[in-house]
């Protein structure tokens, strides 16, 4: 799913520099990404999801080579290929629910708001526990609540891949497991495959497999 | 041209003409009092439809007209107006100022007050109230031609195609006047001494013309006067000694009577403010003649 | 677009005070020059209508404008007064037919206009209910007039004092509505016609009461002369007119001094008015006769000045209210930069941005076109009424 090849990446001006020699994923495979904070997880996943541009090298996902391609043409990847879970939700709080999770599908052309989406959002959302609420403002909601939404929201175009930046680091431990446990169940129902950054050690025996970010150079160029 | 177009022309010619007829059509034309109406009656002739909407029997003069009427009023073409204070009323309505004619304003100078008005007045600074002119104008028979003429000047503003009618029908309207005049002229000229009584002032302006010898009384010719007139009446006649009383109207018998144990004799003289039961103004105004010539 | 203006539309009605605001400085900035616009164009219809409607207006020498507004506009502030003897000299000069107009008492906060039956055919005024004036202490109403009092023929109106201490005495006059005037968007609409003798009834020139000169009640009586009787205050005048008492009431003085504020004079031709203006012109003849139509073209080339000016202002004003506009939208985009993130990161564009921030512009300007027409509408509607009080009061 995700072949990553000598890539090497540095944000201008900022001293930051992230080599990776070598990194690979098998499609439906869990893996959690940790290390220290400046170390370069949110940089990977925004490589792999194309936002940004490797320097040098080649990242590779879901049978495209995302670094070549054209600002455009990355953009549609993304939207067809790729759902994001964030660590503070990023929910719109002027949208109620169920305009959070429709709205991909309004701020792109490639994704087409039809009724079948429309009963789709209705029911994964059901299945996420949040089917009563698609009404409510988002404010009222609690935050395990506003996540359900967020993947609700990254699993609604139906992502070959989800990126996962923290996605249960604003939670209490008590959703933190039910949440993930959440993402698990839905992104194997979508067929998915998961790529998260996590601080929550107590959660990565669950993922398949765990990159250690020391493992790669990161530092001052 | 087709008979169509033709009858199209024929057709609105008849229109325009209709419409021309019902611009000339005759105008109506009111009047405060019947010697007003009877000379413009007498000018306009068939030219004009003259009312004067005063009911028989009431003296114009203290008439008082209702909405509807003063709306009549305002309808007219022409109102007449006596002028000199003549009927009160007119100046508590509302008439569209260049209807009117004052007949009588073009001798405004030669008004006479009425001897017998009190005025009032509103705290010491106050404006005296209008104190009576005498309105009985027409009785001057000089006046009565001037009062025409300005009837007939007014017509001819009117019906400028019909001016010489008017004229024409004023000159013998005027000489007619003019010749009672000179009749009245002849009678006091025989005694122009000749001491005499009026029931009522209404003779000023004819007083004033003929030189008349005249003084007024405050009786009504169909009420019969209390004591206290009478003993009014004993002293007046020792100012002023009388052998006849002029009336307005008809005097009733006690009155005549009365009088003529006093010395004094009853004649009429009408002024003939309404319509006359018998009669138009002039004969009247002859009868009158002939009544005055018995006390010369 | 639909998904952007549905999302912008989310926005704008989540945030209402920010929307709130910003639709009221566009709307407002639109309306102002444009509602001004409209009342000028109805002041200036209103104005030069009744103006070049009236050929000549004959009045004591003094403010021409004044003169103009109250004879033509029944403004409140009254010139100096003529006399009836004015009329009459018009009349008699034979160039030219007499309005005497007397308009200064008001009828529950409505003008009193004292004027003859001229006036109505003058102005083309007729009378839908009811009938014309006829009798003293009659009145016929403008349709507005009857609409706001709710009043018609056959009900009364009375007279309000001069001021609230009316030292004169003068008592309120009872009138009798004869009739109502049709509608005809002028200041007539808007006044209580009497004639001219009812006007002086008002005024307590012409007035009612028992005969003091045969009264018995020597209460009401200070003296006693063989020709005339002083009565005091004590003597109380009829307030109301009807067919008991109309033959008591009389004149004080001379008719030809009772007063009146104007004449409208209407020539009979255009050598008679040239012949009648070079009359007046002497500053000796105690008047001065004024073209309507001049004096309202002097009165709108100041208004005009002032709108110029105006322009000028809601111009600068509007400069300023845009750079706001752009500064509020600036500040909103920094304000929204993780939400333009995000926006981002899921596969939106700039372009999106652009869309979603051009939608809000749409859906503002096109609320504030909304309001914006909706006041226009109302001014418009009113505009007769508006100008009635912001321009002619």
């Known amino acids: ?221 | 041209m087709t008979y169509r177009s033709l009858a199209w022309i024929a057709a609105i010619s008849l229109l325009l003409m209709g419409s021309f007829v019902m611009a000339e059509e005759k105008p109506v034309i009111y009047t405060v009092n019947y010697p007003l109406q009877y000379f413009a009656q007498r000018i306009a002739g068939e030219q004009a439809d003259v009312t004067l909407p005063v009911p028989a029997g009431i003296d114009p003069a203290f008439w008082q007209p209702d909405a509807g009427t003063v709306i009549a009023f305002q309808q007219a073409d022409l109102v007449l107006l006596n002028g000199a204070g003549y009927a009160k009323w007119v100046s508590r309505v509302s008439l569209p100022r260049r209807k009117l004619v004052d007949t009588s304003a073009g001798y405004r100078d030669r008004y006479l007050q009425a001897e017998e008005a009190v005025t009032h007045s509103h705290g010491r600074e106050g404006g005296h109230s209008h104190s009576g002119v005498a309105f009985t104008t027409w009785l001057d028979f000089t006046l009565a031609v001037e009062q025409a003429r300005a009837i007939a000047a007014a017509l001819s503003r009117l019906r400028p195609a019909a001016k010489d009618v008017f004229e024409r029908n004023f000159s013998v309207l005027e000489q007619d006047l003019l010749a009672l005049d000179s009749q009245v002229r002849e009678i006091v000229a025989v005694d122009p001494d000749n001491s005499l009584l009026a029931s009522h002032p209404v003779y000023q302006y004819f007083k004033r013309r003929y030189g008349l010898n005249l003084t007024s009384v405050m009786w009504e010719p169909d009420v019969a006067p209390e004591a206290a007139q009478w003993s009014e009446l004993r002293q007046l006649l020792k100012l002023h000694p009388s052998n006849w009383m002029v009336w307005e109207g008809n005097p009733n018998p006690e009155s005549v009577t009365g009088l003529r144990g006093l010395g004094v004799d009853s004649l009429v003289f009408d002024p003939c403010g309404n319509r006359p039961v018998d009669g138009d103004f002039l004969s009247v105004m002859q009868q009158n003649v002939q009544n005055l010539k018995r006390a010369f | ?393």
Not at chain 1, 41 to 63: D, E, F, M, S, Y
């Open chain 3, 1 to 393: 677009m639909m998904d952007s203006l549905y999302i912008a539309w989310k926005y704008l009605s989540f945030s209402k005070a920010r929307t709130a605001t910003l639709v009221a400085c566009v709307t407002l900035i639109a309306v102002l020059p444009l509602a001004l616009q409209l009342l000028l164009a109805e002041s200036e219809r209103q104005l030069l209508s009744r103006a070049e409607s009236t050929p000549l207006l004959l009045g004591a020498p003094g403010s021409a404008l004044d003169l103009v507004m109250n004879g033509l506009y029944f403004d409140d502030e009254v010139p100096e007064l003529i006399s009836m003897a004015a009329v009459d000299a018009v009349a008699a000069s034979g160039l030219a037919t007499p309005i005497p107009l007397y308009v200064r008492f008001k009828a529950r906060r409505f003008p009193i206009v004292g004027t003859t039956l001229d006036y109505f055919d003058f102005r083309g005024l007729t009378v839908t209910a009811g009938r014309q004036l006829a009798l003293l202490g009659e009145c016929v109403v403008g349709a507005e007039v009857a609409e706001r009092l709710g009043i018609t023929a056959g009900d009364s109106l009375l007279s309000s004092p001069e001021t609230v201490f009316d030292l004169a005495g003068v008592y309120p006059l009872n009138m009798k509505v004869a009739g109502v005037l049709a509608r005809s968007h002028t200041p007539d609409d808007l006044a209580v016609f009497v004639d001219i003798k009812t006007a002086w009834v008002v005024q307590g020139l012409v007035h009612g009461h028992q005969d003091v000169t045969r009264t018995q009640d020597a209460g009401v009586i200070i003296e006693q002369t063989d020709d005339n009787v002083i009565a005091n205050a004590r003597l109380v005048e009829y307030t109301e007119i009807n067919p008991g008492n109309i033959d008591s009431f009389h004149f004080h003085g001379t008719p030809d001094d009772y007063p009146l504020s104007a004449v409208i004079t209407v020539p009979r031709d255009e050598k008679s008015a040239t012949i009648l203006r070079g009359r007046y012109l002497d500053g000796d003849s105690g008047y001065q006769l004024v073209v309507p139509g001049t004096v309202i073209d002097g009165l709108l080339a100041n208004i005009f000045r002032i709108k110029h000016m105006l322009d000028a202002v809601i111009l600068v004003v509007a400069v300023a209210t845009g750079l706001a506009l752009v500064l509020v939208f600036a500040l909103s985009i920094r304000l929204r930069q993780r939400e333009i993130q995000t926006v981002f990161r899921i596969g939106g564009s700039r372009l999106t941005i652009a869309r979603l921030l051009a939608a809000e512009i749409t859906l503002i300007v096109l609320v504030s076109g909304v309001l914006c027409a909706i006041a226009l509408l109302l001014v418009h509607q009113y505009s007769d009424e508006l100008v009635r009080t912001l321009v002619i009061r």
């Open chain 1, 1 to 221: 799913m995700i072949e990553i090849d000598a890539l090497e990446f540095s944000y201008p001006d900022a001293g930051f520099h992230l080599r990776i020699p070598g990194f690979s994923m098998a499609a439906r495979e869990k893996v959690a990404v940790i290390g220290p904070s400046g170390s370069g997880k949110t940089t990977l996943l925004n490589l792999v999801a194309g936002i940004l541009v490797p320097r040098q090298g080649r990242v590779h996902c879901a049978g495209t080579e995302v670094s070549v391609l054209a600002d455009a043409a990355r953009r549609d990847f993304r939207i067809s290929t790729i759902g994001f879970v964030f660590q503070d939700f990023e929910l719109l709080d002027y949208l109620n629910v169920l305009d959070n999770i429709l709205h991909p599908y309004r701020i792109t052309r490639a994704l087409q708001l039809t009724a079948e989406v429309r009963d789709r959002a209705g029911s994964l959302a059901e299945q996420l526990g949040i089917g009563d609420k698609l009404k409510r403002g988002v404010e009222q909601l609690s935050q395990g609540e506003k996540q359900r939404v967020a993947i609700c929201r990254a699993l609604l175009p139906g992502p070959q891949l989800v990126l996962a930046d923290e996605a249960t680091g604003n939670l209490d431990p008590r959703n933190k497991g039910h949440i993930l446990e959440l993402l698990f169940e839905t992104v194997a129902s979508h067929e998915a495959t998961l790529l998260a950054v996590t601080h929550d050690h107590e959660l990565l025996p669950q993922f398949d497999r765990v990159v250690d970010f020391n493992d790669f150079r990161v530092g001052a160029a």
